[in-house]
């Protein structure tokens, strides 16, 4: 029972220091909540994928197949291992809900309320009947006030004209992308709706639910040659990644983020725990004199202070494993309406309390030990003669070059050398400032990155829209009818395809030889001449990655066949679609890509510039296009909304940054905090003979603010070393998971981040600051 005092002691000392020990929990929550909602929302998120894939029959492979036939289905679902097949339609017109056209990709089944692939739930209203259309409920990030009965229009169809619909309900699937994901909103309407848009009585696609899907090469095979004996057209063909699905990359860096910043948030408050034991230790060493004298030993000294780091950990772990738990939730329910999927609810999960047991409980026993040790060693005498002045300063060289300089003035060199007196304390509290401005210094190089990669883009594209015709390609001639609309400003027919170099993929890019849309930017070789064969210029991206040089022959597959090349020329280029997944890209001649795509002088599609810039006025210009010509059946894409989807990625990633860095700056302020209210406290003697010497309370506020600057500067400069690597392993990150992102690392962001260590460092060490100006210089001297 005798060991009980520990105990009781170790929570009156919490109890006595309320508003240090709530920061230091605080620290410690901030870390633990963190990783907590990271590690149970992931876990959730993926069951929850696996739950949905199973529940809704998610295609497994998908082809375009023109004009298939209603008696196509029952033939295929003969073929072994097809466990069901689906016809459904698709069509990308333009809509509107309210003044602004907006992109929309329509899809039809055969009946609504027998689907096997890919189904849908409607979750308001019903499914689509004549004169119908149903939205998949995001829609609502972008028409946040549409509603059943509510009238849409759309153009488009075999007569490219305008057409009414009104709302008839809303769905929600994981098949379908989120609208706010790529801007594009995903909508359904009935069969003979869809043949009247296409102007044929067969659906454009055929999906397929396999029993086995490590079958899927052989049932790929069958089924190809199902299409072959019917001579249906057929392409586009795509299979499921088991691992995938829309947004899966984007989820995973925003976790991984979280996950970073949570970690380093966690480091940060090891720091704070171990700055507060030290100055508790501090400020005891009267006690801990007299606990040795009356018989405590070296172990019970040791327990207490553990016990005292320990309770720390407690606090902020169960506090931060409840709020983990609870942003959780929170979190997957925003994840699982950005990704369309239906969460049964949020299940706890054990790895996650396990988890963050483990971290927080180690991170503040581990923070203890040093000060705790350093409680045990200290004699009796000292600590019971201690009023903070000691007379070992200057023994060191670093202390002897201090003592010697005379560049400064007297209380900025006396904040300078004080620095060195407490160094295992100011060690903890610099690196806390460095990990502090590492982590803001690495997300505003991000942030400066990511837009940096989105001006890029639109400096080297000057496409404002895209057009491609539903009748199939077009002469490359036909460039000069779309020159004459009203709004063109330029006009090029350009090709593409998907190839294979180096067993990576690669997209293709046939481009007329003088373009002017294209603004090409040359790191080495040359650009190709007209009519020029056998030449290629890559991207810088494609060649460091397959390690080609300037001259070098390559093998190039493209639809299954084998051709070669010589690289001319290596382009600064390493801008990439969204919904691209290829390494790089390969620049040839117009009519070289033509001829080895199968289509001799006919474009796949057209690039425009309008006149105008703006959406409005590039949306007028596209209508009069589709007006003219919609006999051709022409389909139209802007440019401004992949830049619109880049932008809310960026704006997104900027928004998780920015909340990180605060939470971090606040962790580093405490140990700043923590640091000169201990120095104060410490020093409180010497205080007191300042003050009797004359020095005024601007003197005393000039010390110590002094003090807690010069920290700031040197955790600048570590945090600058720091933050770098750290900078571009984000950016490295993001890259991987979104598109290949240009990394930034100048001067600017390097001044940000050292006046951000100064506001830091000030604003922290304004308080013990103030408080040591506010000392009765009597009472200091007399009773210490």
Not at 4 to 25: E, H, P, Q, V
Not at 108 to 116: L, M, P, Q, T
Not at 379 to 407: C, H
Not at 433 to 461: G, H, M, N, P, W
């Amino acid at each position: 029972m005798r060991e009980w005092w520990i105990l009781r002691k170790a929570l009156n000392d919490l109890s006595r220091r309320k508003i240090r020990s709530a920061l230091t929990i605080l620290g410690i929550f901030v870390g633990v909540a963190g990783i907590v909602a990271i590690v149970a929302t992931a876990t959730n998120l993926t069951e929850a994928h696996r739950r949905n894939v199973a529940n809704i029959s998610q295609e497994d492979l998908r082809w375009i197949v023109s004009n298939n036939p209603s008696t196509l289905k029952p033939l295929l679902e003969q073929i072994p291992n097809v466990a069901a097949v689906e016809r459904r339609g698709i069509y990308s017109a333009k809509f509107r809900g309210d003044e602004q056209w907006r992109d929309i990709d329509f899809y039809a089944y055969e009946d609504y309320s027998n689907i096997k692939v890919n189904q849908i739930d409607f979750v308001e209203g019903h499914s689509p009947g004549s004169g119908e259309i149903a939205f998949e409920i995001s829609v609502r990030s972008l028409l946040p006030e549409l509603k059943v009965g509510d009238f849409i229009i759309y153009r488009g169809g075999a007569d490219n004209r305008e057409h009414q619909l009104e709302v008839s309900g809303f769905a929600r699937s994981p098949s379908y992308p989120n609208a706010s994901l790529l801007q594009t909103a995903s909508a359904f309407v009935n069969q003979a709706e869809m043949q009247r848009i296409l102007g044929t009585q067969g659906f454009n696609e055929v999906l397929v639910r396999l029993t086995d899907f490590a079958g899927r090469d052989e049932a790929k095979r069958q089924i190809e040659d199902s299409f072959k004996k019917r001579n249906l057209q057929f392409g586009g063909y795509v299979a499921r990644d088991p691992e995938n699905f829309l947004g899966k990359n984007e989820l995973d860096i925003l976790l991984t983020l979280l996950l970073v910043f949570s970690v380093l948030g966690l480091v940060i408050s090891g720091f704070l725990v171990a700055n507060t034991l030290s100055a508790i230790v501090t400020e005891q060493m009267g006690e801990i004199g007299a606990l040795k004298a009356i018989g405590a030993n070296s172990w019970q000294i040791l327990q207490l202070y553990l016990i005292e780091g320990l309770l720390y950990g407690l606090a902020g772990t169960i506090l931060g494993i409840l709020a983990g738990f609870g942003g959780g939730k929170i979190l997957l329910e925003f994840l699982g309406n950005l990704l369309n999927f239906q969460v049964e609810g949020f299940f706890f999960q054990w790895n996650a309390l396990i988890l963050g047991l483990v971290v927080g409980i180690f991170v503040s026993v581990a923070a203890t030990l040093l000060p705790a040790w350093r409680g045990t060693t200290i004699p009796v005498r000292e600590a019971l003669d201690s009023y903070g002045i000691s007379n070992s300063y200057g023994k060191s060289w670093l202390e002897q070059f201090l003592t010697r300089l005379r560049m400064f003035p007297p209380l900025v060199a006396m904040a300078l050398r004080n620095l060195t007196r407490r160094k295992a304390r100011n060690l903890v509290t610099f690196g806390v400032i460095s990990l502090s401005c590492a982590a803001f210094l690495a997300s505003q190089s991000t942030s400066a990155s990511v837009d940096k990669t989105a001006e890029s883009f639109y400096r080297l594209y000057l496409t404002d829209a895209w057009v491609s015709f539903g009748i199939g390609r077009l002469d490359n001639q036909f460039v000069a009818s779309l020159r004459t609309v009203e709004g063109v400003e330029l006009a090029e027919p350009w090709a593409r395809a998907r190839g294979i170099i180096r067993a990576s993929s690669a997209d293709i890019f046939g481009v007329p030889h003088d373009t002017q849309i294209y603004r090409k930017s040359i790191l080495s070789g040359r650009w190709f001449t007209n009519s020029e064969n056998g030449v290629v210029a890559i991207s810088n991206v494609l060649a460091d990655a397959k390690d080609i040089k300037l001259n070098d022959i390559i093998q190039l597959e493209i639809n299954r066949k084998l051709y070669r090349y010589t690289v001319i020329g290596i382009l600064d280029d390493s801008t990439r679609y969204l919904t691209s997944v290829a390494l790089g890209k390969v620049f040839m001649p117009l009519e070289e890509a033509e001829r080895v795509m199968g289509h001799q002088s006919l474009a796949d599609y057209f690039t425009i510039t309008t006149t105008q810039k703006d959406p409005a006025f590039v949306d007028k210009t596209l209508r009069a296009i589709e007006q003219r010509f919609r006999t051709l059946q022409p389909t139209t894409i802007t440019a401004y909304s992949d830049r619109q989807i880049i932008e809310q990625i960026s704006q997104s990633l900027k928004l998780l940054l920015y909340a990180m860095v605060v939470l971090i700056a606040l962790v580093g302020a405490l140990g700043v905090v923590n640091t000169i209210t201990l120095n104060v406290l410490e020093r409180r003697r010497e205080i007191g003979v300042l003050r009797s010497l004359g020095a005024s309370d601007r003197s005393m506020v000039q010390l110590f603010l002094t003090e807690g600057l010069f920290l700031g500067v040197l955790g600048f400069f570590a945090g600058a070393l720091l933050g770098y690597p750290l900078a571009r392993l984000i950016v490295n990150l993001i890259s991987q998971a979104t598109f290949p992102i240009e990394f930034l690392f100048d001067w600017q962001i390097v001044l940000f981040t050292f006046i951000f260590a100064l506001v830091l460092s000030a604003f922290a060490s304004l308080i013990p600051a103030l408080g040591a100006a506010r000392v009765k210089t009597g009472v200091i001297l007399r009773y210490g």
